[in-house]
């Protein structure tokens, strides 16, 4: 009879080590994760070891924080002086909000692309061909503030801009 009960406790212990582990998080540089509890959003975890309620709390996703980068390859645009114009675009961005990221803007790189190409016409459409070097650096800066006001929401925060025309 206590050989059973020995056993029995053995097994339960064994169980209880089982669940627990499961709660456990670790968080790599350059990560977080989002917990949600019973499906609705509850916190947000940084680097490190975590523990969540296994059953209660679950880790809905977790975000790379590192630099991303968005391009768009060969746009065609017409210049002020109704010339063919070829450009490439990319865009490089950090995630400063983990839960509007993930909550709130869907598909972000094809939102960039489509507010950049609109953005990136009526800039084109000021200018005439030749002056397009000289002009280059303003109309990054102008279209890296329209994404940063368009964008706002969905928690990212452009670092830079590269235009290059394509020959």
Excluded at 8 to 36: D, F, H, N, Y
Excluded at 70 to 79: G, P, Q, R, Y
């Amino acid at each position: 009879m206590e050989e059973i009960d020995v056993y029995l406790l053995l097994g339960l212990m064994m169980i209880i080590m089982i669940v627990l582990s499961t709660g456990l998080q670790i968080i790599r540089e350059g990560e977080q994760a989002i917990v949600e509890k019973l499906g609705a959003y509850d916190r947000v975890l940084n680097v490190g070891l975590h523990f969540i309620l296994p059953f209660v709390e679950r880790v809905a996703v977790k975000i790379d924080n590192t630099e991303k980068v968005t391009s768009i390859k060969d746009a065609k645009l017409i210049t002020k002086d109704d010339k063919e114009l070829k450009l490439e675009y990319k865009g490089y961005y950090l995630v400063t909000d983990v839960k509007l990221f993930h909550y709130g803007v869907k598909d972000i790189d094809n939102i960039i692309s489509k507010i950049f190409l609109d953005s990136l016409k009526k800039e084109v459409l000021k200018i005439n061909y030749e002056d397009l070097g000289t002009e280059l650096i303003e109309i990054e800066t102008n279209i890296k503030e329209a994404l940063e006001d368009s964008i706002s929401s969905g928690g990212i925060k452009f670092s830079r801009i590269v235009i290059e025309k394509k020959i």
